[in-house]
């Protein structure tokens, strides 16, 4: 790997480590001020709602600069929505300018390694990103625990600025304080993001051109044979991992009776499955056997809603383990797979903005669901049941996508499968 490869990982490391400690921090900010279970199920779709509305404009923007200062603005972007939640704005406004910022670092983030790296690399670079960006969900969700937690918020309140009254008076407003730190270090790695030598992509004279180009690309990617069937997956994929999020601290406090501080750690769990799947898949896994991961799916479904019958912890922790071990191991070729058809289709930035809008608007659909459902008083058991059979019969209908294309397209899917296999080099 490139030198400059590490230093990105290094820039994610510290922003995703951020967003998650926030997420927690964000739910018990919620619950100490007496909000409705509903909002806290919000922040979910709050998060996705910017990647949804902003999606033909972030990829163009993210070709329009040099990666590394796209993700440096982002990163400052998410310090805003911090410092909006510290001085009193409702956090699920706040949160969705922390997602504003997400919305536009994830083209550059992932866009930046099909600039810097040959096709040969993206499925062992998406296995050790993913590897560490789940690795600072593990730790990120873990902080936010901690630092909500009596034991080290008392620290934190107790730091006295002589003749300054910052307004931090809880412990989840002492936690996003501290948080706003990690953006700031993550903000200095992108400095150090270097140069890959891609050309600039510039924006069209009327901005909206970029809506009529976004469609024609989002077409584009639907209509290949491998790019619809990567992109189908992904997206039912982190929809539904993207609610999972809350509704395993939900399930946590139903089934085991914990606190947001010992459920985060259950979240914890099922990244250090996904983390070991990301990395086992990133050794094991080649570009073109990506499609040959789909059956998986097909079961992580089922698993999900085996999780309504488990009520101890010790058979909680390994099962939820295998849960993201399963996850990690599907979505690092088929993202590599995603990443490898659009760079080849469209452009980078363009091609991930376009896979950022479909896996956030199911994330953000899913999540609708979610919150009028918990509104109404569905249950995290009923949701968990109804997840886990949307992910299984929805992966079969894919799977029969698939080998529909195989069968009827037989020559362009092996010629596609071809470029796959193929290094051209840089």
């Not at 992509?201 to 009327?206: D, G, K, T, V």
């Not at 999900?304 to 399963?326: C, K, M, Q, R």
Request: glycine fraction near 10%.
């Amino acid at each position: 790997m490139k030198t400059g490869f590490y230093t990105i990982m290094s820039a994610q490391f510290f922003s995703s480590l951020a967003d998650n400690a926030l997420f927690v921090a964000a739910v018990e900010l919620l619950k100490s001020g007496g909000a409705p279970e509903w909002q806290r199920a919000a922040l979910v779709p709050m998060f996705a709602f910017f990647y949804v509305v902003l999606a033909p404009f972030v990829g163009a923007f993210a070709d329009l600069l040099p990666k590394g200062r796209v993700m440096f603005l982002s990163n400052m972007l998410k310090v805003v929505g911090c410092l909006m939640m510290l001085v009193g704005i409702h956090p699920l406004i706040a949160y969705t300018i922390v997602g504003l910022g997400a919305a536009a670092y994830s083209p550059a983030k992932y866009g930046i390694l099909t600039e810097l790296l040959p096709p040969s690399q993206l499925v062992k670079a998406n296995g050790w990103i993913e590897g560490l960006t789940i690795a600072s969900i593990i730790l990120g969700v873990l902080l936010g625990g901690q630092l909500i937690g009596h034991r080290v918020s008392d620290v934190l309140l107790a730091i006295d600025l002589p003749h300054i009254d910052l307004g931090i008076d809880t412990p989840p407003e002492a936690a996003i304080a501290s948080i706003v730190s990690l953006y700031v270090v993550a903000a200095a790695f992108n400095l150090f993001i270097p140069l890959t030598g891609a050309a600039m992509l510039p924006l069209p004279e009327r901005p909206l051109e970029l809506l009529t180009d976004f469609w024609r690309c989002n077409i584009t990617l639907w209509r290949d044979k491998l790019g619809q069937i990567s992109l189908a997956t992904t997206t039912l994929f982190w929809g539904v991992s993207g609610n999972l999020r809350y509704i395993v601290l939900a399930w946590a406090a139903a089934a085991l009776g914990y606190g947001t501080t010992q459920a985060s750690g259950l979240v914890g769990v099922v990244a250090i499955g996904t983390a070991v799947g990301a990395v086992v898949a990133s050794m094991r896994m080649r570009l073109d056997q990506a499609t040959s991961v789909i059956p998986l799916a097909i079961v992580m479904g089922f698993l999900v809603i085996l999780l309504i019958f488990i009520n101890n912890v010790w058979v909680a922790a390994p099962f939820l383990i295998l849960l993201g071990g399963i996850g990690g191991y599907l979505v690092v070729p088929m993202n590599a797979l995603l990443q490898h058809r659009g760079h080849n289709l469209m452009g980078a930035g363009r091609s991930i903005a376009v896979q950022n809008f479909n896996e956030q608007a199911c994330i953000l659909a899913l999540g609708f669901l979610y919150t009028s459902a918990t509104g109404v008083g569905v249950s995290a058991f009923t949701a968990i049941a109804g997840f886990g059979a949307l992910v299984a019969g929805t992966m079969w209908l894919i799977g029969r996508w698939h080998r529909s294309n195989v069968v009827r397209h037989r020559d362009e899917v092996e010629r596609l499968l071809a470029i796959a296999r193929s290094d051209p080099g840089h």
